[in-house]
Every structure is written in structure tokens, then in C-alpha cells.
């Protein structure tokens, strides 16, 4: 019965949207009915209100969509949302102040000269106010008034004119800062702790251990990173819809003909007008995307942001023609300017203030902030007085912004729902019974959202499919995909739900504003090569994710929260690429390696001598334990090709066996609650199947699994110990190299403390008491613990201070030690400072040489050139299935 209460939510669902109603009210209103009516039937057919329910019943499944939503939403970490706002309020400030108009005009007589230039000129601005303003609606109409009139009235095919239009306009889907990517950031995010659970389970059933090593682990997301990793694929659609458009012009030249300028392209107010239309908004994209790229602010302070460099806009192009237009901007501009040469110059913090020179950077930079806020208060007057524009942004910000609230709220009740009736169940075993893997998997996944933009929006499927189906597909350790891969890619997907027929809101946009002349078919004509322009860039994004992963992965190893070089997820890419520079660099490092063991060390001391000595034979070693790493990969990749069928279908035949003792386990406790035995009996029936089904499939277990899976156990483990026999090495040689170092560097901090430790002798007396001389030798043990290389000093004084303990005072034996430590340090300080000269040059120069190289693991962050360098291999996935 569940899957009949399944269908019937689903039918509600769409019929409600089919007709007509709000999908704020659809989804909501659908899963309460449903969910009404199985309580209902249960409770008058089957004396159980929860029945027909997987588990619990109505009174727990009613309000569970709720009370997620508030679970997951009223958290102080998950604060993505609150960006949703400020960059819809940034994009309607923008259109409504004008801009677009301005870039379509300005940029259709610059590129206008050039095959397709019109056509072009759309794409760019679309790429530009996507990047902007984010707004399909607002983009499609704007275009649709100003540009489609000049294409058709320049001879411009109806269907390419129309079909560009539509496609320019849905860039904003995919192209941050966009509302769909911070929705199914926030999704996402969520599906990734789902995933991340149900991985660490398939890792415990599969090997016994409870603990799973963070390398295998999932890669979340956040608006962040789907805005980074958006952006390149976002620039592969911008580059296809161009290309299109020009090889059209070129091939057909009556489709696209090309628009000369009456003026002069090079005339001194062209060029005025181009950069006073372009610049603006390409400065604001580069503060608002170049913020978060840089790490200098969150995603919703890059939305505040551009919030405030929208009103800052608005403010001047509103008053456009009157001289005193621009003061606003150039106030703001200058009260930024002034803050950044004061950063330069003072330490602008102000719980560090020391002096007056401090206190006059606060008070200068209070001034500029003074002078910023004036401004952004007078072009927000502006906004306020001229054409009401303040209030209709601020309305329509808040409708906006309800809107998709309403949807989220609606989309928790209806997955609540959903789950309710095992629906979850029966799609991850539909997913994981597909042939093929993961890819056929999200192929179907790809498929149905494609198929569902027909009919839905895409507030729609992402709230309402993406946390159904992401967590199978991010959970499957055969690709490894990250969350932000995934993101992207059904983000591209949603794209086209704008422009397939019959239900595409961009063709309506375009139809409502576009003349009789346009035909309908003429839009449904122009956007089928756009739509299979999209297809392509999410097959070539599919097929190459470092578009995605790269700028996410590169922007996180070269942020101030950036992971060490030892942590555990970096370690294979790291070493690929030290291997690789080891042998370019090995004559160098040989011969360095040789300079500094023949170092005469006569004067330093037998802990340096030995710390010297692994050095130098631990670099030595390096080579012969890369080419063991090497060989045993080489083995574990061979043994890979026999062992990955078998292990397929043993563990396919395993999670067979886990799903029908889940069935088993459910069924003995639904055997409890019958009290007719007839029932009774069927259930027993089914339940002797199952175990007859369990049986079987044991039996289909390949009679070689055991010893080969315990055949790939000893090659893979003879890969780590190899590797933790590299890692062991380099980090005891650079250590001992650094130790060695800090020593003889402390030397003249060490002589500083002799002159004390001396004076030790005149308090140490033969009559008590000597609780002084206690105090004191403590006060100087505590100066040689700030020394590194004191060990047996301290040890000699730890031993005076035993001795003078209360009731057991000894004070020869104290003083026996004082004259041992003090000797001691006079022998160390003299050894020092002679290595100090001799030896500590060549130990630097030596640690300047490999300190990127045996050293990099001990370093606290990559170096810029190393993260950007290994980014490439960490944004590729890898197949982890066989760890599984």
C-alpha cells in the first residue's frame, strides 16, 4: 500500500501544478493530503492509523517536514540562505536602474561590425548581467525590447535571433552569483552528511573497522564553492553560444549578417561611452566574485557587497545628465581608497592600539568609513526619491525572497512525505540495481531532471529531487564525485529547464515582449540548438571535472584556512609530484646531500652529530624507497584489473543480503503485532523465502573471493607500509635538520643564561633552610626550557632541586649537581658558538634546499606555486571502490 500512497502523492502534485496552483501551496498541499488520507485508510481498514506508513505514523510525519526545515535553517552555522536576498536585491537594483539597457546598446554597435556581431553582443551582455543581476526574467525581457527589434530589423534569422535571446538569458542559472547555486549548495550540503554516513556504514560492513580514514571520505560543498566551481563551466557555455553564432554567421551569412556603426568605432565618446557601460559592472563582479575567490569574504558578506555597489550604481545612473551625478560614486571610490592606503600604512585593529600614531590611522579611517556610509546613504536617497525605485526593489526583493522560502518550507513537507512512504528506499534501490555503476545511475538521474524541466521550475527539482537522489549518488565510492561537481552538473541540467518546451519560462518571457512578426514556432525553432549546446557542456564538464574541482580545491590550498602539507587527503597528489621533482633535482640534492656529510662536526655536539647523520642518510635512502613505492603500485594497480570484477559482485551479492535482512529484522517485528494467523502464517511464508533468496545468494559468491581478497590485502599493504616508510624518513631527517638548527641558533640565548645558573653556587648553603635556592635553581630551569638542546642541563638541575626537598635535604649532593650542569653549559655553550660559525651556514643553506622537497610536510601551508601545481591532480576523481 505504501506504493500506492507513493503514486497518489505524486499525482497530487501534479495535478495541483498542472492546474494552475502556486508551487509554494502545491508541495505542501499534496503531502498533507496524502498523508491525511493514508492515516485515514489505515485507521478504518486496519484499525493503525500508521500502517501504510514505513515507520511511525500520520501524527509524526505531518509536521517532520517542519520541523527538519527548522532543524536544519534556525542553526547559527547554516547561514547560507541569507545570501538569497542580498543577491536578488543587488539584481533587481541593477535592472531596475538601467544598466542592461545600457550594455545592450553600447555593446550591439561595438561588436556589431563582425559576422554574428549582434548575436554575439547578446551573449556577452548576458554572460555580464548574469554575472550582475542573476535574474532570468528581468535578462530575457530587457534583451527581448532592445535587442530583438535591432536583430530583426538587421535581416536576423527569427530563430536564431529569438533562440540566443532565450539562452543568453538563462546564463544567469548558471553563472555566479546565482540563486540556484546557493539552493543547491544548501541541499547538497545536507545530502553530503547523508552520503558521508551511509559511506562510513558500506566501510564498516565491508572491512569491520568502525573508523574510516578522512581519504575516503566525501567532499562537501558550499555557496562558495559552487560559485568557483560554476564559474569556467558557466565561461564553456558563454564560449559555445558565441561560437555557434559565429560559424552560423560564416556558414549562412544571411542568418546573421553583420551591422556597421554610423559613428566611429575609435572616436574618443564611443570609447567614453563603452568603458562607462562596461566597467561598472565588471568592477562589481570583480568585488563581489573576487572576494570570495580571495577569501576576504563569505558568500553572503560578497552579497552585502554587491547589494551596496548596487545601490552605489543605481544612485548615479538614476541621475544621469546632471553634473553632480557621479559625487556619490566618486565619494565612496575615494573613502575606499583613502581605507586602503590606511591598512597599508597603520594596524587599523582596535584592540591593538599602543600608541598615537595608532590612534591617529583609527581616527583617519574613521573618517573614510564616515565618508563611505554618506555615500551609500545619499545614492540610496537617490533610489528612494527618483521613479520610487528604492520601494519597488525593496517589494519585489521580498516577494522574491518569500517566494523561495515558501518553496523550501513546502519542499521539506513534500520529502517528509515522500520518505514516509518509503519512497527514498525504493529509489536508492532502484539506483544501485542499475548495471553499470554510478554512471548509469546518474545518467537516469541526468535524464529525469532533464525531463522534469519540461514540465517544473528549477526551484522545483532542486529542492524537491536533489536532497532524493544526491545522497546515492555522493555516497558510491566508485566515482568519488565531490558535492560540488555534482552540483554543477545538475545546476547545467536545471539550466535547460528554461528553455525546453512547452513550459520554458524564457520563451514566455520572450513571447510576452516580442512582436506579431515572432511566431511562436519560431522560438520553440530557436532554441533547440541552444538546448543541445547546453547538453554539450554538461557532457564535456561530465567527462573533464577539474572545470568544477579546480578552482574550489586551488582557492582552498592557497586560503588563510588552508590544510597542512601533512594532512592525510593531500598526501597521494603531493607525492606524485615530489617524486617527480626528486628525480629532475637529484644531482642537486646528491651533491648537497654529500657538502653537508662532509661537514667537519667535530665542535657540535653528539645529539647534532646524530641528527646530521639521518639526515644525510635518510636522503640518501629516499630514491631506493621511491622506486619501492612505485613498484608497489605498479602491483596493486595489476592486481587491480583481476580483483575489481570480483570484488563488484561480491559486494553487489553483500548489500543484496544486508537489504533482505533489513526486510527480515522489520518482519519479525511486524510478526509480533499480528494476532490472526493467517497472517501470521503469509508473513512466516515470506520470510522463509527471504532467507531462501539469502541462501542462494551466498552461493553465487565466487569460490576464489577469499583468497583474492585477501591476496590484494597483502599487496596494498605492502603499498602503505612502503609509504609510511618515506613518510617516516623525510619527516626524522628534516626534523633533526630544524632541531639542529634551533640549537645552534640559541647560543647566545643560552650563554645568557650561564652568568644565573653560576650564581646558583653562593645560594645552595650547608645550613638550612633553602627555599630560596629552590626558587631560584626553579626560576633558571624554567630559562633553559624556552632553550631547545638543554636536556642534560636540565636534567642535572631537576636533580639539585630533588635535592633540596623538605625533610630529605641534601645539600652537597645539590650543589654536586650545580657544578655538573654549570660545567655542562659552559662545554655547550663553547661548542655553539664555535658550530655557530662553521657549521649553522651550511646547515641553512642546506635547509633552504630541501625544504620544499624532504621538508614540505613539516611546513605549516603550501607555497602558492606547489597548491596551484597539485590542484589539477586533487580535482580529479578517483575510483575508491576497492577500499570498500
Excluded at 552555522?77 to 531596475?96: N, V
Excluded at 525581457?141 to 527569427?158: C, D, E, H, Q, T
Excluded at 566597467?279 to 553572503?300: E, H
Excluded at 555522493?474 to 560540488?484: E, K
Aim: aromatic share 8%; with cysteine; charged share 20%.
Amino acid at each position: 500500500m505504501e506504493l500506492f500512497f507513493l503514486a497518489v502523492l505524486f499525482l497530487v502534485m501534479m495535478y495541483a501544478l498542472g492546474s494552475g496552483y502556486p508551487v509554494a501551496f502545491a508541495l505542501p498541499g499534496a503531502a498533507i493530503l496524502t498523508i491525511s488520507l493514508a492515516g485515514i485508510c489505515g485507521y478504518l481498514f486496519a484499525s493503525d492509523s500508521g500502517e501504510y506508513f514505513t515507520q511511525d505514523g500520520p501524527i509524526e510525519w505531518l509536521p517532520a517536514g517542519v520541523t527538519n526545515f527548522r532543524g536544519i535553517y534556525w542553526e547559527v552555522e547554516r547561514d547560507t540562505l541569507i545570501a538569497i536576498p542580498l543577491f536578488i536585491f543587488m539584481g533587481i537594483m541593477l535592472q531596475r536602474s538601467r544598466i542592461a539597457e545600457d550594455l545592450l546598446v553600447t555593446m550591439a554597435q561595438l561588436f556589431g561590425p563582425i559576422p554574428g556581431g549582434l548575436g554575439i553582443s547578446v551573449v556577452f551582455v548576458g554572460a555580464l548581467l548574469a554575472a550582475t543581476t542573476g535574474i532570468v526574467g528581468a535578462t530575457v525581457v530587457a534583451m527581448g525590447l532592445i535587442s530583438l527589434p535591432a536583430m530583426l530589423r538587421n535581416n536576423y534569422s527569427k530563430p536564431l535571433a529569438t533562440g540566443t535571446i532565450c539562452a543568453s538569458g538563462t546564463l544567469g542559472q548558471i553563472i555566479p552569483p546565482s540563486i540556484v547555486l546557493i539552493i543547491l549548495a544548501d541541499q547538497l550540503a545536507s545530502a553530503a552528511d547523508q552520503a558521508a554516513s551511509e559511506r562510513k556504514s558500506l566501510y564498516k560492513e565491508a572491512t569491520g573497522e568502525f573508523s574510516m580514514p578522512s581519504t575516503l571520505d566525501i567532499v562537501s560543498t558550499s555557496a562558495g564553492d559552487m560559485f568557483l566551481g560554476a564559474f569556467i563551466p558557466g565561461l564553456v557555455l558563454v564560449g559555445l553560444y558565441m561560437a555557434y553564432i559565429l560559424i552560423s554567421a560564416l556558414l549562412r551569412p544571411s542568418t546573421a549578417p553583420a551591422v556597421h556603426y554610423d559613428g566611429k568605432l575609435m572616436e574618443r565618446a564611443f570609447i567614453m561611452k563603452v568603458l562607462m557601460a562596461l566597467v561598472p559592472p565588471l568592477v562589481l563582479i570583480f568585488v563581489v566574485l573576487g572576494s570570495i575567490i580571495a577569501g576576504i569574504a563569505t558568500v553572503n558578506q560578497a552579497g552585502a557587497i554587491g547589494a551596496v555597489g548596487a545601490t552605489i550604481m543605481a544612485g548615479y545612473r538614476l541621475r544621469e545628465g546632471h553634473k553632480d551625478a557621479y559625487y556619490p560614486a566618486m565619494l565612496s571610490i575615494g573613502s575606499l581608497l583613502v581605507i586602503m592606503v590606511l591598512m597599508n600604512i597603520f594596524s587599523l585593529n582596535v584592540r591593538k592600539i599602543e600608541s598615537g600614531f595608532d590612534m591617529l590611522g583609527i581616527a583617519l579611517a574613521a573618517v573614510a568609513v564616515v565618508g563611505f556610509v554618506a555615500s551609500v546613504a545619499w545614492s540610496g536617497w537617490r533610489t528612494f526619491k527618483i521613479e520610487d525605485t528604492l520601494n519597488g526593489v525593496m517589494v519585489e526583493s521580498a516577494k522574491t525572497t518569500s517566494m523561495v522560502f515558501i518553496i523550501l518550507l513546502g519542499a521539506a513537507m513534500l520529502t517528509s512525505a515522500f520518505r514516509g512512504f518509503g519512497g527514498e528506499e525504493i529509489v536508492k534501490h532502484f539506483l544501485t540495481g542499475l548495471p553499470g555503476g554510478f554512471w548509469a545511475q546518474f545518467i537516469v538521474v541526468m535524464l529525469v531532471i532533464f525531463l522534469l524541466g519540461f514540465f517544473l521550475d528549477f526551484i522545483e527539482i532542486a529542492v524537491v529531487v536533489v536532497p532524493i537522489v544526491s545522497p546515492i549518488l555522493l555516497a558510491d565510492p566508485s566515482s568519488n564525485v565531490t558535492a560540488v561537481w555534482l552540483g554543477v552538473m545538475i545546476g547545467l541540467n536545471i539550466q535547460t529547464s528554461f528553455l525546453t518546451p512547452p513550459f520554458g519560462f524564457a520563451l514566455f518571457y520572450l513571447r510576452g515582449v516580442a512582436s506579431s512578426v515572432v511566431k511562436t514556432i519560431d522560438i520553440y525553432k530557436g532554441v533547440v540548438p541552444f538546448i543541445a549546446l547546453q547538453l554539450l557542456g554538461l557532457t564535456i564538464v561530465g567527462f573533464y571535472p577539474p572545470l568544477v574541482n579546480y578552482l574550489p580545491v586551488r582557492t582552498y590550498l592557497t586560503s588563510e584556512t588552508a590544510p597542512p602539507p601533512k594532512n592525510p587527503r593531500l598526501q597521494a597528489c603531493l607525492e606524485d609530484h615530489l617524486f617527480t621533482q626528486y628525480l629532475e633535482e637529484k644531482d642537486g640534492l646528491m651533491s648537497a646531500n654529500a657538502t653537508l656529510a662532509s661537514l667537519d662536526l667535530s665542535a657540535v655536539s653528539p645529539v647534532i652529530k646524530r641528527n646530521i647523520n639521518t639526515t644525510t642518510k635518510g636522503v640518501n635512502g629516499i630514491f631506493d624507497q621511491i622506486a619501492t613505492i612505485r613498484a608497489a603500485e605498479d602491483d596493486v594497480a595489476a592486481a587491480a584489473v583481476d580483483y575489481r570484477p570480483v570484488h563488484r559482485v561480491v559486494r553487489t551479492i553483500e548489500r543484496d543480503i544486508r537489504r533482505n535482512d533489513r526486510k527480515l529484522e522489520q518482519m519479525k517485528k511486524d510478526l509480533r503485532g499480528l494476532d490472526d494467523p493467517d497472517a501470521q502464517d503469509a508473513l512466516r511464508a515470506e520470510m522463509d523465502a527471504l532467507e531462501v533468496q539469502n541462501e542462494e545468494l551466498r552461493a553465487e559468491i565466487p569460490a576464489e573471493w577469499e583468497s583474492a581478497n585477501k591476496d590484494y590485502k597483502t599487496i596494498t599493504a605492502t603499498l602503505k607500509k612502503a609509504q609510511r616508510s618515506y613518510r617516516k624518513t623525510v619527516d626524522d631527517a628534516y626534523s633533526g635538520l630544524i632541531d639542529s638548527i634551533m640549537v645552534l641558533e640559541a647560543a647566545d640565548d643560552l650563554a645568557a643564561i650561564l652568568p644565573d645558573l653560576r650564581a646558583l653556587e653562593g645560594v645552595i648553603t650547608m645550613d638550612g633552610p633553602h627555599d630560596v635556592a629552590r626558587d631560584e635553581i626553579k626560576e633558571v630551569s624554567s630559562m633553559l626550557n624556552a632553550v631547545p638542546g638543554t636536556n642534560a642541563i636540565s636534567s642535572a638541575l631537576s636533580k639539585a632541586k630533588k635535592a633540596l626537598r623538605k625533610r630529605k635535604e641534601k645539600p652537597k649532593k645539590a650543589l654536586k649537581e650545580i657544578k655538573k650542569a654549570i660545567s655542562l653549559m659552559e662545554a655547550d655553550v663553547a661548542s655553539r658558538q664555535q658550530a655557530q660559525a662553521t657549521v649553522l651556514p651550511a646547515l641553512k643553506t642546506y635547509e633552504e634546499a630541501v625544504r620544499n622537497t624532504i621538508g614540505l610536510r613539516q611546513q605549516s601551508r603550501l607555497t602558492t606555486d606547489l597548491a596551484t601545481s597539485i590542484s589539477g591532480c586533487l580535482a580529479r576523481h578517483r575510483d575508491i571502490s576497492l577500499h570498500f
